[in-house]
């Protein structure tokens, strides 16, 4: 079987796609810097105000589309930039604003996002792009990188003081994700290096002891947090138990590693990759009747939050993408196939843009995410087969 990764019909498709998302997104602009949420039609929402890792996470789709040709990605891109040395930019304490004009702490998840966004600018070419990666440097090494654990810490209060008492899954994972990329732009293999320590720590320990079901939440010294937040199944960045679409993103990124020429390639990286990826796709789909991923499930596996959102299909497809590239296998091109084929079906509109959430009926609904906040996963859907 031809894999639809090498068919002409397909990839136009795939451009065609990340054309009409990006041109979506240009109606999220600011003026005052930062992008709008928008809803399904592209209004902006009231009381949405930007947020950084939105912003950064502009940067880095606008540069997908910028190597892809594109038009108005330029646009979007420079926004992303001006907003992120303007707009978010804590002139006072250093690193950024999550959300100017509040009282918000200093997130790492945030903060590693700029790392990513200024790293695919620089990519690109951007001009600004080489100062703003060299600021986050400075602000990785000095507060966010914790060497005696090898991993990053959680958030501080906006002087850096007051280091909260916990260390998520989330944040490292997304470390590991602007790592890789900082690595690939500086060429310097010390961020490959930490990257693989915080996936040897998350991966190759907690989630192979716990049966490929990664846990999220842990205590300052890496003790295990089981029940954290059992009282809110649907907390958008720190729900209760384990998420399928994080396993596939985890996956990926593994991935990438394994494909490193900065670092050791150890056989774990692409067999945790595998176990991760089947636990979540083989093991999880259609977990409760109804088709896709759910959001969340306890640790025997069962369905805790069963919205469905868009993000863990788009993780999906970048990763059978990446495995087919990988190993040939037709189990993970018959996934691709599947992802596509369940995205078109429900998730992307007439439009060719993207819904972001969808309820018990399959309908365009906004629990956790109202509107269509950003294009970053469906962006990285849709320009990651065409690079994989």
Same mark, same amino acid.
């Given at each position: 079987?031809?894999?639809?990764?090498?068919?002409?019909?397909?990839?136009?498709?795939?451009?065609?796609? +990340?054309?009409?998302? /990006?041109?979506?997104?240009?109606?999220?602009?600011?003026?005052?810097?930062?992008?709008?949420? /928008?809803?399904?039609?592209?209004?902006?929402?009231?009381?949405?105000?930007?947020?950084?890792?939105?912003?950064?996470?502009?940067?880095?789709?606008?540069?997908?589309?910028?190597?892809?040709?594109?038009? &108005?990605?330029? =646009? +979007?891109?420079?926004?992303?930039?001006?907003?992120?040395?303007?707009?978010?930019?804590?002139?006072?304490?250093?690193?950024?604003?999550?959300?100017?004009?509040?009282?918000?702490?200093?997130?790492?998840?945030?903060?590693?996002?700029?790392?990513?966004?200024?790293?695919?600018?620089?990519?690109?070419?951007?001009?600004?792009?080489?100062?703003?990666?060299?600021?986050?440097? *400075?602000?990785?090494?000095?507060?966010?990188?914790?060497?005696?654990?090898?991993?990053?810490?959680?958030?501080?209060?906006?002087?850096?003081?007051?280091?909260?008492?916990?260390?998520?899954?989330?944040?490292?994972?997304?470390?590991?994700?602007?790592?890789?990329?900082? &690595?690939?732009?500086?060429?310097?293999?010390?961020?490959?290096?930490?990257?693989?320590?915080?996936?040897?720590?998350?991966?190759?320990?907690?989630?192979?002891?716990?049966?490929? /079901? +990664?846990?999220?939440?842990?205590?300052?010294?890496?003790?295990?947090?089981? *029940?954290?937040?059992?009282? =809110?199944?649907?907390?958008?960045?720190?729900?209760?138990?384990?998420?399928?679409?994080?396993?596939?993103?985890?996956?990926?990124?593994?991935?990438? +590693?394994?494909?490193?020429?900065?670092?050791?390639?150890?056989?774990? $990286?692409?067999?945790?990759?595998?176990?991760?990826?089947?636990?979540?796709?083989?093991? &999880?789909?259609?977990?409760? &009747?109804?088709?896709? $991923?759910?959001?969340?499930?306890?640790?025997?596996?069962?369905?805790?939050?069963?919205?469905?959102?868009?993000?863990?299909?788009?993780?999906?497809?970048?990763?059978?993408?990446?495995?087919?590239?990988?190993?040939?296998?037709?189990?993970? =091109?018959?996934?691709?196939?599947?992802?596509?084929?369940?995205?078109?079906?429900?998730?992307?509109?007439?439009?060719?843009?993207?819904?972001? *959430?969808?309820?018990?009926?399959?309908?365009?609904?906004?629990?956790?995410?109202?509107?269509?906040?950003?294009?970053?996963?469906?962006?990285?859907?849709?320009?990651?087969?065409?690079?994989?």
């Amino acid at each position: 079987m031809t894999s639809w990764l090498d068919d002409p019909t397909h990839r136009e498709w795939l451009g065609r796609g +990340l054309s009409d998302v /990006l041109g979506f997104a240009l109606r999220s602009i600011r003026p005052e810097g930062g992008f709008h949420h /928008l809803d399904a039609d592209g209004t902006p929402l009231p009381d949405h105000p930007p947020m950084l890792f939105l912003t950064a996470r502009m940067a880095y789709s606008a540069s997908a589309g910028v190597r892809h040709g594109v038009p &108005g990605s330029g =646009e +979007l891109l420079d926004h992303a930039m001006a907003s992120l040395t303007g707009l978010h930019a804590d002139r006072e304490h250093g690193g950024w604003l999550t959300q100017p004009g509040t009282e918000t702490r200093k997130a790492t998840y945030d903060h590693v996002h700029v790392g990513l966004a200024a790293s695919a600018a620089l990519g690109v070419g951007h001009p600004g792009a080489r100062a703003l990666l060299d600021q986050v440097v *400075e602000v990785v090494d000095t507060h966010l990188w914790d060497e005696g654990s090898r991993s990053l810490r959680e958030s501080f209060a906006a002087d850096w003081s007051d280091s909260e008492d916990y260390r998520g899954a989330n944040a490292n994972m997304h470390g590991l994700e602007a790592f890789l990329a900082m &690595g690939h732009a500086t060429g310097d293999a010390v961020w490959h290096e930490r990257g693989l320590d915080i996936a040897d720590r998350l991966i190759n320990r907690a989630a192979r002891e716990n049966g490929w /079901l +990664l846990p999220e939440h842990f205590t300052a010294d890496w003790e295990v947090l089981p *029940e954290y937040n059992r009282d =809110e199944p649907n907390h958008p960045f720190r729900p209760y138990g384990a998420t399928f679409g994080h396993s596939l993103e985890w996956a990926r990124f593994l991935l990438q +590693l394994d494909a490193s020429p900065l670092v050791g390639s150890p056989d774990w $990286l692409v067999e945790s990759a595998d176990a991760l990826a089947r636990r979540a796709l083989d093991g &999880g789909w259609a977990l409760d &009747g109804r088709p896709g $991923l759910v959001y969340t499930v306890d640790w025997e596996g069962a369905p805790v939050a069963d919205v469905r959102l868009h993000w863990p299909v788009c993780e999906g497809i970048q990763l059978s993408a990446s495995m087919v590239r990988l190993t040939g296998d037709q189990h993970w =091109e018959g996934w691709y196939r599947r992802l596509w084929d369940h995205a078109a079906r429900f998730w992307v509109d007439e439009r060719g843009t993207w819904r972001n *959430e969808l309820d018990h009926e399959m309908r365009e609904a906004g629990t956790i995410w109202p509107g269509r906040p950003d294009v970053y996963h469906c962006g990285g859907a849709l320009s990651g087969p065409l690079e994989a």
